[in-house]
């Protein structure tokens, strides 16, 4: 059952290190998927072959034939792994891609809410400013008295000034709701940063070591593919001493009940009178 076991698991690793790799490479190689698909795929399987051929008959083999197998399993799996390496570097570069675009359009949200901000700001003042001088015309009806003429100077001043504060204040309200909206973007886009799980993920970890985010998801590819393929590699030679020891142990054990299995006993044959053989 272990042996079923070790075979099931080494296959699995080993699709999966083809899979990829073949994916990997095709996508490098795009202008002839299809025929790309079927050379890395076939080379794959030879490189399973040769890595079980090698240890089965190594003793059997030439060593000019054994010298460049062991090289062609070498190179093969150095392809592998940098299929797989381009394969996740690709997936990568598409949610990067992704999040430096939501993280441009957040700065540029935020470059235009600055912009809101001054204005609003400016136009605060404006209204200090008209506030003073309606405070300041107000003051000059009552001096006025019963002078006509300056009073209706001062009333015609407090108008206008009532006049642009209103148009102040009303400009001041759609900045206020232009502001308002942008915010809603920026939690829209953030929301759409916290659905990107693996590179959020690798962020959390590059701020807290301090390192740029490309950085960390490199170095936890090359992680990857120096563990992915050598182990799909390792595990087949795993399975074939396993099922090997296995037909030993049963040649073995065939061997000994053979041994302990009593001979019959041959008697030696006697010229009888009669001139015939008997035994004794």
Known sequence: MFTILLFLTALTVAGCAAYFSVLGIATLFSGHYLQVLIMAGSLELG?????????????????????????????????????????????????????????????????????????????????????????????????????????????????????ELE?????NDQLREEQFKKDSEILELQKQD?????????????????????????????????VFDPLAVSLILCYNIASKGSVLKEEKEETEINEEEPKEEKKPFVITGKGGLKRK
């Not at 148009?167 to 400009?171: D, G, Q």
């Open 194 to 226: 916290t659905q990107i799980h693996d590179i959020g993920t690798f962020k959390f970890v590059a701020e807290s070591l301090g390192l740029p985010l490309e950085t960390i998801v490199k170095l936890f590819i090359i992680v990857i593919v120096c």
């Open 167 to 171: 148009k102040v204040n009303v400009k």
């Open 47 to 163: 490189k399973l072959i040769a890595t079980s051929f090698l240890y089965r008959y190594w003793s059997k083999t030439v060593w000019f034939l054994r010298v460049y197998m062991v090289c062609a399993v070498l190179v093969l799996m150095a392809i592998t792994s940098m299929g797989i390496y381009g394969y996740l570097s690709s997936g990568f570069q598409v949610n990067a891609g992704k999040l430096e675009t939501i993280e441009k359009q957040v700065l540029l949200i935020e470059e235009q809410k600055g912009v809101i901000s001054k204005e609003i700001e400016q136009n605060n003042k404006r209204i200090e400013i008209l506030n003073e001088a309606r405070k300041t015309q107000e003051q000059r009806v009552q001096e006025a008295g019963n002078y006509k003429l300056p009073r209706e100077q001062a009333y015609a001043a407090i108008e206008k000034t009532n006049v």
